[in-house]
């Protein structure tokens, strides 16, 4: 039997940008994660230091734009259309731990109460996503900087590390001859907790990547919504009336 409300109804939900940001962040983590991957084998693939620099080099210039687009993210949550701003994306506010309880037993139960923008739980894995991408843009700017010595902290540790009278300008990271042995050595043990927390944030993103995405096809399946496509189109077709319209 079916009433009024089972009827499918399209809804807008996302707006351009945040399809935009959505698109560019998924790209650039693959990327990054694929590029990282490779960073961590470079030894047993036998890549000489000349190619890992070119490799780490890659690896920078994707984490520019994921930074970027992070950056714009966090603009557009306080300007962009109800479902793109941060009291729709972030877990908490008033009513919030009742709502997600009740979508939580709905869900298991096999018949989720719909939403249209994030659902409480999906607000719980967005914050965590965007803690792990923080974390990752932070280090790796650290990494940039103490590898390669690229902006925005790569002229300060070149002036740390270069030895008496090199112009710091002049250091790469195979130009070991010009840096100062003892200032180099610091420097090394200044930067890993960088590695050591990229590298463990590494592998948090890598299982949460998975979890999101069997997350995304599990919801599609079980709910009979269309978020894959509303990722595209900017619109959710879905039965009935969703609790945030
Ligand atoms: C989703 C984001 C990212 C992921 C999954 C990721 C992953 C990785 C992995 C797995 C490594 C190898 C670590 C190792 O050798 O132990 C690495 C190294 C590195 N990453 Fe990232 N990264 C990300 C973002 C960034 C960003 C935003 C930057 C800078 C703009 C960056 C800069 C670096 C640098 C310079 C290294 C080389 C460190 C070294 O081996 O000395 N990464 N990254």
Same mark, same amino acid.
């Given at each position: 039997m079916s009433n009024d409300d089972d009827r499918l109804i399209a809804y807008g939900v996302w707006d351009a940008p945040t399809r935009w940001f959505h698109w560019i962040n998924a790209l650039s983590v693959f990327g990054l994660i694929l590029i990282g991957i490779l960073i961590m084998c470079a030894g047993s693939l036998g890549i000489s230091p000349t190619g890992r620099v070119t490799v780490k080099t890659i690896h920078v210039w994707i984490g520019y734009v994921m930074i970027l687009n992070l950056l714009w993210r966090f603009v557009w949550a306080f300007r962009g259309n109800r479902y793109a701003r941060w009291r729709a994306i972030l877990p908490g506010g008033k009513g919030y731990a009742r709502a997600l309880e009740a979508y939580v037993s709905t869900f298991l139960a096999g018949h989720p109460k719909h939403y249209l923008g994030h659902n409480p739980a999906a607000r719980l894995a967005v914050l965590i996503i965007l803690v792990l991408l923080v974390v990752q843009g932070v280090t790796g700017l650290a990494l940039a900087g103490t =590898?390669?010595?690229? /902006?925005p902290f790569g002229g300060t540790i070149a002036r740390w590390i270069a030895? $008496?009278?090199? =112009? /710091?300008? &002049? %250091? *790469? $990271? %195979? *130009?070991? =001859?010009? &840096?100062d042995p003892g200032a180099y050595a610091e420097m090394r043990s200044f930067r890993s907790p960088f590695i050591e927390t990229h590298e463990i944030t590494f592998y948090a993103l890598v299982a949460v990547t998975v979890l999101h995405v069997v997350a995304v096809i599990m919801t599609e399946l079980r709910e009979g919504g269309t978020i894959v496509s509303a990722m595209f189109t900017g619109r959710k077709i879905l039965p009935g009336r969703p609790e945030d319209l």
């Amino acid at each position: 039997m079916s009433n009024d409300d089972d009827r499918l109804i399209a809804y807008g939900v996302w707006d351009a940008p945040t399809r935009w940001f959505h698109w560019i962040n998924a790209l650039s983590v693959f990327g990054l994660i694929l590029i990282g991957i490779l960073i961590m084998c470079a030894g047993s693939l036998g890549i000489s230091p000349t190619g890992r620099v070119t490799v780490k080099t890659i690896h920078v210039w994707i984490g520019y734009v994921m930074i970027l687009n992070l950056l714009w993210r966090f603009v557009w949550a306080f300007r962009g259309n109800r479902y793109a701003r941060w009291r729709a994306i972030l877990p908490g506010g008033k009513g919030y731990a009742r709502a997600l309880e009740a979508y939580v037993s709905t869900f298991l139960a096999g018949h989720p109460k719909h939403y249209l923008g994030h659902n409480p739980a999906a607000r719980l894995a967005v914050l965590i996503i965007l803690v792990l991408l923080v974390v990752q843009g932070v280090t790796g700017l650290a990494l940039a900087g103490t =590898d390669l010595f690229y /902006p925005p902290f790569g002229g300060t540790i070149a002036r740390w590390i270069a030895a $008496p009278n090199v =112009d /710091p300008s &002049m %250091l *790469t $990271p %195979l *130009t070991r =001859d010009l &840096m100062d042995p003892g200032a180099y050595a610091e420097m090394r043990s200044f930067r890993s907790p960088f590695i050591e927390t990229h590298e463990i944030t590494f592998y948090a993103l890598v299982a949460v990547t998975v979890l999101h995405v069997v997350a995304v096809i599990m919801t599609e399946l079980r709910e009979g919504g269309t978020i894959v496509s509303a990722m595209f189109t900017g619109r959710k077709i879905l039965p009935g009336r969703p609790e945030d319209l």
